[in-house]
């Protein structure tokens, strides 16, 4: 089955820009999802199709997938204290019909 | 406003059995297609089933094939999880979440969970 790889902490000081990747063979020919989940909290999807941003998602937050690449990009510019959190890529994998989550990057504010 | 309320958590036995609802509120429930993830203790988000929006196409994680039935009624906007056989590894907090559209759309909405606990 399809696996989708993130990395399992990044740490970013506030006001600077967090990077989060999700790597997966051929990822570039999905559609990449990201959720926030913040502690204790259901998830929140944030970026859908690659880089569609849901109403109420922030402008601060992006994605990217290239059609080329192994990997997607998830964005967060001018990052708060609120960002803490949880965040899962999810990808669908047609051969098998299931989805994929990553197992998770802890954003960590510093 | 879409609300999606889990309901039937608890603790079980090994070999037990347990049926999960989640009732949806706020939106065409038969037009949109469901899940169930699910959240062990510490870990990451793990995908359980899913079905459509007329319930005619369901599809399982490997790891819950067999033991683990997804089902809709749709006259009364509510999902179910039928779960036999349950194992200290199914523990975990289980979410229902709504998609985007009738089929494999991503998901824009979750519940807040409930807890299952396999334990004797």
């Known amino acids: 089955s399809y696996v989708v790889t993130q990395p399992p902490s990044v740490s970013v000081a506030p006001g600077q820009t967090a990077t989060i990747t999700c790597g997966g063979n051929n990822i570039g020919s999905k559609s990449v999802h990201w959720s926030q989940q913040r502690p204790g909290q259901a998830p929140v999807v944030v970026i859908y199709?690659?880089?569609?941003?849901p109403s109420g998602i922030p402008e601060r937050f992006s994605g990217s997938n290239s059609n080329s690449g192994q990997t997607a990009t998830l964005t967060i510019s001018r990052v708060e204290a609120g960002d803490e959190a949880d965040y899962y890529c999810?990808?669908?994998?047609?051969?098998?019909?299931?989805?994929?989550f990553g197992g998770g990057t802890k954003l960590t504010v510093l | 406003e879409v609300q999606l309320l889990e309901s039937g958590g608890g603790l079980v036995q090994p070999g037990g059995s347990l049926r999960l609802s989640c009732a949806a509120s706020?939106?065409?429930?038969?037009?949109?297609?469901m899940s169930w993830v699910r959240q062990a203790p510490g870990k990451g988000l793990e995908w359980v089933s899913h079905?459509?929006?007329?319930?005619?196409?369901?599809y399982y994680a490997d790891s819950v094939k067999g033991r683990l039935t997804v089902s809709r009624d749709n006259s009364k906007n509510t999902l179910y999880l039928e779960m036999h056989s349950l194992r200290a590894d199914d523990t975990a907090v289980y979410y229902c979440?709504?998609?985007?559209?009738?089929?494999?759309?991503?998901?824009?909405?979750w519940g807040q969970g409930t807890l299952v606990t396999v334990s004797s």
């Open positions: 706020g939106f065409s429930f038969s037009s949109c297609a």
């Open positions: 999810q990808v669908w994998d047609s051969s098998s019909n299931q989805w994929v």
């Open positions: 079905i459509s929006g007329g319930g005619g196409t369901t």
């Open positions: 199709y690659d880089r569609e941003r």
């Open positions: 979440a709504k998609a985007s559209g009738s089929g494999n759309q991503p998901f824009d909405s």
